[in-house]
């Protein structure tokens, strides 16, 4: 059974900083791996998507990597900045159509 | 497009009462999926469709929910009788197959008292 565990499950940094946020899955037989922020009160919006056969994904001052093999993903966000204040939130399809498999999450907080 | 659709925002009934929950998917999209969120179990996949059809329902808690999705367009999450335990935010979200990445709504909050 595919389990998705994020560390740490929470973070506080001072703006300006880069930071890593981690995810980890215990089945590497997965179709993709995709990174949503949640908001207070919100829904899911989704950041990146990485297919199982790429290593990386980047968009703006975001970057993720998959490491299948290790069943690891890095979410990396450059110069954080308060408005980057959310929930992270990674998950695993297991195959095409298939159901994402949702980490517990990490609530970042990006202090001014 | 106006993104995955989903109705009411803000529920609160009392126990024992029939819940409907809708959800318009983008359109375009033919996989369906109904999460269930809560502070002690995260996200769970409830129920997913590929093209109409019901291809996962174990997560679905027990008998009291059931979920449809008569057309392309529109799916429905019940629970009856529901139950304060039920309280959560309930979220509604669609891919297209073949390029996988999934889009959520903005939820459900339903409060059962």
């Known amino acids: 059974k595919q389990e998705v565990t994020q560390i740490p499950a929470a973070l506080s940094v001072p703006e300006g900083e880069n930071l890593v946020l981690n995810c980890s899955f215990t089945?590497?037989?997965?179709?993709?791996l995709q990174w949503f922020r949640q908001d207070p009160g919100k829904g899911l919006t989704s950041l990146l998507l990485?297919?199982?056969?790429?290593r990386e994904q980047t968009s703006g001052r975001l970057n993720a990597s998959l490491d299948k093999s290790s069943g690891r993903s890095t979410l990396y966000i450059a110069a954080s900045q308060p408005g980057d204040s959310a929930t992270y939130l990674c998950a695993v399809k297991a195959n095409q159509g298939g159901k994402l498999i949702f980490g517990q999450g990490t609530e970042l907080s990006v202090k001014p | 497009d106006a993104g995955v659709i989903q109705s009411p925002r803000h529920e609160v009934t009392e126990m024992g009462q029939e819940v409907t929950l809708r959800c318009k998917p983008i359109s375009g999209h033919n996989s369906l999926f109904w999460y269930r969120q809560t502070m002690m179990r995260g996200l769970e996949l409830l129920i997913y469709?590929?093209?109409?059809?019901?291809?996962?329902d174990s997560g679905m808690p027990e008998d009291r929910f059931s979920a449809k999705m008569p057309n392309a367009s529109f799916s429905t999450l019940k629970i009856q009788p529901s139950e304060p335990r039920d309280s959560a935010v309930y979220f509604c979200?669609?891919?297209?197959?073949?390029?996988?990445?999934?889009?959520f709504g903005q939820g459900t909050r339903l409060t059962v008292v």
């Open positions: 469709f590929n093209n109409n059809v019901p291809i996962d």
């Open positions: 089945d590497s037989a997965i179709y993709n």
């Open positions: 979200a669609s891919s297209l197959a073949g390029t996988t990445e999934a889009f």
């Open positions: 990485i297919q199982s056969s790429q």
